[in-house]
Every structure is written in structure tokens, then in C-alpha cells.
Nanobody
């Protein structure tokens, strides 16, 4: 399994970023994909998940209405569009796959993560 994130960087408060994740080594369409993050000195936080066929997505309250998760099963990619970013969104963002096929995950448990991409929100 390989999960390679990209798209992080430095952005001002109120700005936007779009994170991408390229997945390989497994049958992508069979797995729920998620984004999680880890802020400095904090634990892992689940942000959003999208099921295998892309039909349903789920969000943490902290990002609902600001972040949008999407996937392209033709390209084995998953994205996180982040709008109206806040300084408290500063963290390392990870793409993650569920450990089991067909299971809907909405937490940081039972997932496998990539190496992450840094997002810094600061003026």
C-alpha cells in the first residue's frame, strides 16, 4: 500500500488549499478513504471520510461546511478541499485507507496512513 499526499503549504487565514492523495497497491474503489490530521502536541484527529463509490461522505464538526472530501476511482486519488482556513487548522494532514474493505470508517482507528503533508495557516 502506498498513500502519497501533496498540496500542503503556507496559507493566510481565510485562504484555501486543496490536498491530494495518490493511492496504489490495493483495490482503491473497495475502501473508504479518509483524511486525518495531527496538530503540534496533539493527537490524531479524524476529519472526513468518503465511501468506496464516492456516494456518501462524513465530516467532523470542526471542519463541516469548510472542508470537502472527494475521490476519483479512475485515477485512484482522493482530495480534500479546504476553505476558510484558520490558524487552528495548522497540522500535518494524512490521507488514510480503512484497514478492511467495504467498512465505513469515521475515526482514527483501524486505518493506514500516508506520510502526510504540512499545512500551516498563518498571517
Amino acid at each position: 500500500v502506498q498513500l502519497v499526499e501533496s498540496g500542503g503549504g503556507l496559507v493566510q487565514p481565510g485562504g484555501s488549499l486543496r490536498l491530494s492523495c495518490e493511492a496504489s497497491g490495493f483495490t482503491f474503489r473497495q475502501y473508504t478513504m479518509s483524511w486525518v490530521r495531527q496538530a503540534p502536541g496533539a493527537g490524531l484527529e479524524w476529519l472526513a471520510s468518503v465511501i468506496g463509490n464516492g456516494g456518501n461522505s462524513y465530516y467532523a464538526d470542526s471542519v463541516k461546511g469548510r472542508f470537502t472530501i472527494s475521490r476519483d476511482n479512475r485515477k485512484n486519488t482522493v482530495h480534500l478541499q479546504m476553505n476558510n482556513l484558520r490558524p487552528e487548522d495548522t497540522a500535518v494532514y494524512y490521507c488514510a485507507k480503512a484497514n478492511e474493505r467495504w467498512v465505513i470508517t469515521q475515526s482514527t482507528a483501524n486505518i493506514e496512513r500516508g506520510r502526510g503533508t504540512q499545512v500551516t495557516v498563518s498571517s
